[in-house]
Structure formats: structure tokens, C-alpha cells
């Protein structure tokens, strides 16, 4: 499976919001004879996380936790998660959702971020899924904290983006 750097989708509810880093990431679901809605690839983004993504997560937590910042807790992947303006799933706060669209993130004293998991309809049968990442740093502290965490972000998105489209085509 292919995933590839694009630009961020000119009708994401992100486009004109202002940032200090930003990224987007691409894959294609074809989805055979099936459709899908917005909620499963939010689900399928939840519950697709490789084990190792978590482990990384918690240490980040343990550490973080320290200077007062905000952690998440662990996500359960048995139970349906409700995909809906202003649910805390993790260390995510769901902020906006359309049709084809869903905007999660957090804000921090450090730094604000926004997710967005974008369907893009390319024909009947084959979608894009576009994980798009806007980042915007609240003091120096944040630009700090960024430095080592942008590498693995790119590795996590990559990552999750292709954990999620194998999620959504079983």
C-alpha cells in the first residue's frame, strides 16, 4: 500500500487555520462492493493503532505528566466508539465532523493541534483517505517539545493511516 506526502485538501475544514507546522499523508481504500461513513474511519483510526504506537504513547504521558501537560488514557478496542462533536476519545477531543470529515486534536498551554481524517470520494469504488496534521506552538516550550516528537510523527501518521485503511477494508 501506497502512501503518499500531499498537500492539505482545499475543502478540509483545516485549510485556513492558522499553524506552525503542518502535514498531510494519503492513502487509497478500494472498497470492492462496500461503502463506508466518516464514523467507521474514525472507529478504524482509533482501534488500528499498532501496539508499539501505544507504548510510545505512554511513555510520552509518564513524561509529560511531569511538566503538567495533558495525557490520554488508553483507548479500549472492544467497544464502539461514539464519533461525535465534543467527545474526549484518548487523548483526542473530537472538534468538528461532516459527512466526510472528522477534526480531533487538543489544546495545551505548549501547543494546539488538529487531526483531520478526510474521505475523499475518488470514484464509486475506490476513496482516499488523507490524515492531514496542523500544528501551532503557544510558547517556546512547544517548539522545544515539537523537535523530537516530528520525526515520529511522520512514522505514527504514515503508520496509522495504513493500519487505518486495512481496518476499514475488513
Not at 501506497?2 to 485556513?16: D, F, G, H
Not at 482516499?128 to 517556546?140: A, D, P, R
Request: charged letters at 25%; proline letters at 3%; a positive charge.
Amino acid at each position: 500500500m501506497q502512501i503518499k506526502k500531499v498537500a492539505l485538501p482545499e475543502t478540509s475544514m483545516l485549510i485556513n487555520n492558522p499553524n506552525d507546522y503542518r502535514d498531510s499523508y494519503c492513502g487509497q481504500i478500494d472498497l470492492q462492493d462496500k461503502t463506508i461513513t466518516i464514523d467507521q474511519v474514525g472507529n478504524a483510526f482509533f482501534v488500528s493503532s499498532p501496539k508499539w504506537i501505544g507504548l510510545l504513547l505512554s511513555f510520552r504521558n509518564k513524561i509529560v505528566s511531569l511538566f503538567g501537560l495533558k495525557t490520554g488514557h488508553a483507548i479500549s478496542k472492544e467497544k464502539k466508539l461514539i464519533i461525535e462533536k465534543g467527545e474526549q476519545i484518548g487523548l483526542f477531543k473530537i472538534f468538528d465532523k461532516t459527512e466526510n470529515e472528522i477534526i480531533l486534536g487538543e489544546d495545551d498551554k505548549h501547543l494546539d493541534f488538529r487531526v483531520s481524517l478526510f474521505l475523499d470520494s475518488h470514484t464509486q469504488h475506490k476513496k482516499k483517505l488523507i490524515i492531514s496534521t496542523i500544528v501551532v506552538f503557544n510558547n517556546w516550550f512547544g517548539k522545544v517539545y515539537f523537535l523530537p516528537v516530528k520525526p515520529f510523527h511522520k512514522v505514527i501518521v504514515r503508520n496509522m493511516l495504513k493500519n487505518t485503511i486495512q481496518e476499514l477494508k475488513y
